[in-house]
Each structure stands twice: as structure tokens, then as C-alpha cells.
């Protein structure tokens, strides 16, 4: 007990101060993960669920999921969003196999049906026609209108198109087609392959993804970047070389769908962050969520990113599984968005969404997801939905 004294002989207890109001309306901090409670800033938050800061005194409550402009009886195992032919779509796969295209108004057109792939990849060529790479079914195409097995040989786990060329990877094989083309393998043409023999890139080929004038290959502990393809010579004798450049080592993904451009970046999830790279120099851009590592989940069924607009401000924005007690959603494991904006960040729950992509819609990323049967924007609700938050 805290004891003042008075008079000689005198003693009387302290009175405990006045209550005061105050007021706290500089949230533009965001989430704050690493610091201890006590230690944050004035202007940061230790948990900022569906909730965003988009300025000073501006806290703006994010909408929830919209209605489902699908359902599927067989499922949804992924999806990806695409423009095809100027218009934007869902390439939807379904744990039997099958396929499925979406418009963003749910008219669906049957691409193909079951045992065509098991975990395929995609890519875009031209805006004209999807590429799809399956690890046990080969490599196909689709044109809007027609589905079209090009070779069942030519399996893989990664894709991308880049340079005018298709580039298929298998573990530490990469694989590229002839100039102009996706479909042709003829080395006289100046297709041909190579095996990645680095020492600095442990591992296999997670990730190829074309961005920033080259085509990056992520492993789980290192990144390579592909690029001054060219091609000298005349059929049946064309050449094509090309450059293969260690980046940086020691740092990777094992989520293979967390791997997408962001403004001038390549950005990813680490198992312990999420890393922008920027030319050759890798950007830790979650030191603030260092103490929410440990309780995710971090692997290709687990972890998908995408990027959007929301609440005017553009966003990345990655699905993670949660297995900690904080969200306002539950204790874990649920699914929780991390949502990196401006320098900062925050949490969003959408539900039980099990896989998240982009889709450019005139112009406008938007953020969609699935919950394994139904596909449905994030942040679509309308804006009187009820939304249930928290904010500590």
C-alpha cells in the first residue's frame, strides 16, 4: 500500500488518480506482431482483424465475402484467375479432375471432364489461350472453346510463358518451346531443355513466374532469374541461349501460389516472412508480424496470394492457416488474410476460404476465393452485411 505523509504521527492512505478520458485516432501504424504489448506505438494495433487503416483517424471496416455466384456439387480444389480473349474468367478445377471456366457473372462452360489433370498449373498465352501443365497428365490447352491435349508426355509443376516461348518445369528440368510458339518441341526449331545445375539453388523448382523483364525461378531456399533469351540460325538449325542468374540463396518458398508480382517486386511467403525482391535485393516487408509466424501454415494447400483493390488502396494479400487463439473468428487452425498495404498491415476473415486468387475486372484487381464448393468475390458483401471485427 502507497502511504504520504501527513502530519507527525499521521498517516493516510493515497488517493488513486482521477479517471481521464483519452482519445486514440492515429491508426495508420497498423498491426504490430513483433513488439512486446506494452512496447507497440500509439499508433499501432496488436491484432486488426477486417478491419483496414487507409489514413490518420481512418479506420475503415472492410466488407465481408460476397454471395457465391457459383456452387459445385463436385467441389473446387483451386482456381485461377484469368483474362482470356479481353474478358476475365475462373479456370476452376475440381478435386475429380475436371474443369471448369467462370465468368465473374457464374455462366460456366464445361472445359473438361474428369481425370483430365490432378494438380495442374496455368499460364496464359497471348490472352488468346490457357496453357495448363499437370504433374501427371501433360500439358493441354484451352482456347475458350476448345480443350486440347498437346502432349502427355510433357509433365510438370510449374509454367510460365516469357520471351515468346512456354517454359515447362519439372523438379530441376526446365523445358521451353520454340520461338513464337506453345506447342512446338522441335529442337531443330530452337526448342530444347536444360537441368538447372547451380549448387547455390538446394532443391527443386517451386515457383516460375515471368515478371520484371525476366522469368524468376523460386525454390525453397533459393531464386534464379532466366533471361537474355535470344535465338540465331534458320530451321532446321536454330539455336536459342539464354542466361540463368543466382539472385539470392538461403531464402525461398515452399508455397508454391504465395509467388506473385507486386508493383516492382516479386513477392512471396517465406516460412518465416514475407519478402519482396526488388532487382537483386530481398526486402523482409513483415518484420512487424514476426511473433504471428509460428502459429501459420505455410504450404501450397495452405497458402495462396492474390492482389487487390480494397477500400481504393492496392493490396497483397495472402491465405494463410491460423493456429494461434487471437482471431475474433475462433482459436485455430481457421483460414486468416494477411493484408500488406502502404507499409502495413492487418487481418481479414472471409469465412472458411480454402483458396484465393486475383482477377482484372475493367481494369480493377479484384480478390476471389473459394470454400471448396462455392466461388465468390472477397470483400463483396454489400455495405449493409454485417461484419464482426476486432480491433486490440
Not at 530441376?172 to 549448387?199: H, K, Q, W, Y
Amino acid at each position: 500500500m502507497a502511504m504520504v505523509m501527513g502530519r507527525p504521527g499521521q498517516r493516510r492512505q493515497k488517493r488513486p488518480p482521477k479517471a481521464r478520458t483519452i482519445q486514440i485516432r492515429d491508426f495508420t501504424g497498423g498491426v504490430n506482431q513483433t513488439d512486446s504489448r506494452v512496447a507497440i506505438k500509439d499508433n499501432e494495433c496488436a491484432w486488426l482483424e477486417n478491419a483496414i487503416p487507409i489514413g490518420g483517424g481512418a479506420l475503415q471496416v472492410l466488407h465481408g465475402p460476397g454471395p457465391a455466384i457459383a456452387t459445385f456439387a463436385q467441389g473446387v480444389s483451386r482456381m485461377f484467375g484469368i483474362v482470356l480473349n479481353g474478358a476475365p474468367f475462373h479456370i476452376v478445377v475440381h478435386p475429380n479432375g475436371a474443369m471448369t471456366q467462370l465468368s465473374p457473372g457464374g455462366v460456366q462452360t464445361v472445359i473438361s471432364g474428369a481425370g483430365s489433370v490432378t494438380s495442374p498449373v496455368i499460364a496464359v498465352w497471348r490472352g488468346t489461350t490457357v496453357l495448363i501443365l499437370d504433374p501427371s497428365t501433360g500439358y493441354s490447352s484451352w482456347d475458350g472453346t476448345t480443350y486440347t491435349i498437346i502432349s502427355a508426355s510433357q509433365t510438370g509443376d510449374a509454367l510460365a510463358v516469357f520471351q515468346g516461348r512456354a517454359w515447362l518445369i519439372r523438379a530441376r528440368l526446365i523445358t521451353f518451346t520454340a520461338p513464337n510458339t506453345f506447342s512446338n518441341f522441335s529442337a531443330g526449331d530452337g526448342a530444347g531443355s536444360t537441368v538447372l545445375t547451380d549448387e547455390a539453388f538446394p532443391g527443386n523448382i517451386v515457383q516460375a513466374t515471368s515478371a520484371l523483364e525476366q522469368l524468376w525461378l523460386v525454390g525453397t531456399g533459393a531464386v534464379e532469374a532466366l533471361a537474355n533469351v535470344a535465338s540465331t540460325g534458320t530451321s532446321p538449325n536454330v539455336v536459342t541461349t539464354f542466361s540463368l542468374t543466382n539472385i539470392v540463396t538461403n531464402l525461398g518458398t515452399n508455397a508454391q501460389h504465395s509467388v506473385l508480382g507486386y508493383f516492382r517486386a516479386l513477392a512471396f511467403l517465406a516460412p518465416f516472412g514475407v519478402y519482396a525482391l526488388a532487382g537483386v535485393t530481398p526486402q523482409k516487408i513483415s518484420e512487424k508480424l514476426d511473433g504471428l509466424f509460428p502459429f501459420l501454415t505455410l504450404t501450397t494447400a495452405f497458402a495462396q496470394a492474390a492482389v487487390a483493390v480494397v477500400q481504393n488502396l492496392l493490396c497483397l494479400i495472402f491465405r494463410v492457416t491460423y493456429t494461434g487463439q487471437n482471431a475474433q473468428a475462433g482459436p485455430g487452425p481457421i483460414p486468416l488474410l494477411l493484408v500488406f498495404t502502404g507499409g502495413k498491415w492487418c487481418f481479414a476473415h472471409q469465412g472458411a476460404v480454402a483458396w484465393i486468387t486475383s482477377l482484372l475486372v475493367d481494369g480493377v484487381a479484384q480478390a476471389w476465393g473459394t470454400d471448396g464448393s462455392t466461388v465468390f468475390r472477397l470483400f463483396g458483401a454489400a455495405d449493409d452485411v454485417a461484419v464482426v471485427g476486432k480491433i486490440q
